[in-house]
T-cell receptor, first 111, second 114 residues
């Protein structure tokens, strides 16, 4: 099992460009999450999906959109990237135990 | 609303010394509590979790944590530090209802000196 996979691993964007971060899990989990990690701030929840077809805003949703394509895949889209979105993005999934499994992260720089 | 406070953004210990990383939480319902470890340029790995069973929880790599409701604490300890323990450690809380998302502390970077 690969667990949680994320693509790409690194990305550099110019201000105003758009991109989609991909996440997939092979553990048959219902819940999936997107977090961003910034120095000294821990991880903050961007969006959450309790199950296929449902999404919910987290703590810092502004500037992002998500799609729960199917049970396996949960993508995060930046429509018009801003320097404030420079961060490391983590996808995670979980089931009833509440333990979350994390992907390796995507390091995004917006210039 | 739930929150987590980790005291000390950086902790330095000598190899073989006790490791103590502090975590205090607030939650309106009985919490689920977690410690995660992050090695440089990697994702987060679960060290241990408390989900309302035994208050002393043992995890991987010799770490353990004790849930103290009266002190709203969930401190992480290891009797003897190893060089390989150098990493960033995150405490997290979930209220276990609704979206089950985790609220993270700001992290503690552990340095282990030879």
């Amino acid at each position: 099992n690969a667990g949680v996979t994320q693509t790409p691993k690194f990305q550099v964007l110019k201000t105003g460009q758009s991109m989609t971060l991909q996440c997939a899990q092979d553990m048959n989990h219902n819940s999936m999450y997107w977090y961003r990690q910034d120095p000294g701030m821990g991880l903050r929840l961007i969006y959450y999906s309790a199950s296929e077809g449902t999404t919910d805003k987290g703590e810092v949703p502004n500037g992002y959109n998500v799609s729960r394509l199917n049970k396996r895949e949960f993508s995060l889209r930046l429509e018009s990237a801003a320097p404030s979105q420079t961060s490391v993005y983590f996808c995670a999934s979980s089931e009833v135990s509440y333990e979350q499994y994390f992907g390796p992260g995507t390091r995004l720089t917006v210039t | 609303a739930q929150s987590v406070t980790q005291l000390g953004s950086h902790v330095s210990v000598s190899e073989g010394a006790l490791v103590l990383l502090r975590c205090n939480y607030s939650s309106s319902v009985p919490p689920y509590l977690f410690w995660y470890v992050q090695y440089p340029n990697q994702g987060l790995q679960l060290l241990l979790k408390y989900t309302s069973a035994a208050t002393l929880v043992k995890g991987i790599n010799g770490f353990e944590a004790e849930f103290k409701k009266s002190e709203t604490s969930f401190h992480l300890t290891k009797p003897s530090a190893h060089m390989s323990d150098a990493a960033e450690y995150f405490c997290a809380v979930s209220e276990g209802t609704g979206r089950r998302a985790l609220t993270f502390g700001s992290g503690t970077r552990l340095q282990v000196q030879p």
